[in-house]
């Protein structure tokens, strides 16, 4: 058996209607798969205007908007409709990319049937809650995770660091990686554009400190306005260079007075916008992987993240930027200090993480999950 006998049912919570690091990494995979011969069809919800068309064929499943967080919907399982189509596809390998109720069911329709699961994690749901007030919820909701994970035959995740959490927590025991990659098209420190800064007012001889994401509480956004907040106490010159929208985009506004919000960049005009930054900063702890982390990273950024999964894993500390423990304001004012000052620490760890960059290649790292997907067949036919 190879790729090209695969019939894979993907279920996602989001595979479209928002663009985000995880649905961009699972349309990625289903271009690779379908250039391979492979069969799959993608289960997720639908809106009349997502945000960009899918790869491969998409099938709706009833959802309805999330109260505060509208833009995004919340899957309510499988219809009968769904099922039947599901029944028709017929698939030999299912694939689940979020714990929702519509996850659920395909993991309870799939094991029904003797139909090998394998689950990707895409980011630490776990921890959302703490930033809503709500942390106490964090075990019990690790323990729903815990019996979703572990009624799946196999997960994959996209870092070393995010495994070992995986293994920590007692998610599953057949945990392999699944990283990602990025596109050299786009993201290089060629793309820097000096006239794009000057035209936002930043001068030549200004150091611009990036942040990029969406704009939601969640990506550490309170960590990264105290710790800019340090930096101007101290008085260290800078800039800030916003690059996403999001519904806290106004409170960030607020909370970075001066700061400039260049808001949602995609394509060729995210990777100029990126490249014209001087230093990343990324203090999330939600992301299994970072690949904004990487991004910056091929675009010749020296990086200053929390020492949590994903840019754990991606980067060197004191060789290609520095890892600050998570929720640390004053820690990570003390990391990004010297790059404001110092031209030749910024170059120098900034070029050795676009080389380390290079080695993210995604047809390689897209195989290793149809791999994955071949493996568990193989198991199940045996």
């Not at 995880?22 to 379908?34: E, K, S, T």
């Not at 025991?173 to 793309?191: E, H, K, M, P, Q």
């Not at 014209?276 to 990324?282: E, M, R, T, W």
């Not at 754990?312 to 990570?332: E, I, K, M, N």
Request: glycine content about 8%.
């Amino acid at each position: 058996m190879d790729t090209a006998d695969l019939r894979i049912a993907l279920f996602s919570g989001n595979y479209n209607y928002v663009r985000d690091g995880a649905n961009q990494a699972l349309n990625r995979l289903v271009g690779y798969l379908l250039r391979q011969g492979a069969a799959v069809r993608v289960y997720a919800p639908m809106v009349e205007e997502p945000a960009f068309a899918p790869t491969g064929d998409l099938v709706g499943v009833p959802s309805v908007a999330i109260p505060g967080r509208p833009e995004y919907r919340f899957p309510l399982g499988l219809s009968n409709d769904n099922l039947a189509d599901l029944e028709r596809f017929a698939p030999n390998v299912v694939h689940t990319s979020s714990p929702d109720l519509t996850g659920h069911a395909a993991v309870r329709w799939a094991r029904a049937r003797d139909i090998p699961v394998l689950a990707s994690v895409h980011t630490r749901f776990e921890t959302y809650p703490r930033y809503y007030g709500l942390g106490f919820t964090e075990p019990a909701l690790e323990a729903i995770l815990r019996r979703y994970y572990r009624r799946c035959d196999a997960l994959v995740a996209p870092s070393q660091s995010m495994i070992d959490t995986l293994r920590e927590q007692g998610m599953n025991d057949d945990i392999s990686l699944w990283t990602r990659g990025v596109d050299r098209t786009i993201f290089a420190s060629a793309r820097r554009d000096p006239a794009w800064r000057r035209d936002r007012g930043i001068a030549d001889d200004e150091v611009a400190i990036v942040f990029l994401g969406r704009l939601v509480m969640e990506k550490g956004l309170d960590i990264f306005a105290e710790a800019i907040v340090e930096l101007r106490r101290r008085q260290i010159a800078h800039r800030v260079l916003v690059i996403g929208d999001g519904p806290a985009r106004c409170w960030f506004e607020r909370a970075l007075p001066g700061g400039i919000f260049v808001g949602f960049q995609t394509g060729p005009d995210l990777g100029r916008a990126l490249a014209s930054g001087d230093v990343f900063f990324n203090p999330s702890i939600t992301e299994t992987f970072g690949n904004v982390t990487l991004e910056a990273m091929a675009c010749g950024l020296p990086v200053v993240a929390a020492g949590a999964t994903g840019s754990a894993s991606l980067v060197q500390d004191g060789t290609t930027g520095h890892l600050v423990p998570p929720g640390c304001p004053l820690a990570f004012a003390d990391a990004l200090a010297p790059y404001c000052t110092d031209a030749a620490l910024r170059a120098r760890h900034g070029a050795a993480g676009e080389a380390r960059s290079k080695d993210f290649a995604w047809d390689a790292i897209n195989q290793a999950v149809a791999d994955s997907y071949l493996r568990l067949v193989a198991a199940k036919s045996g």
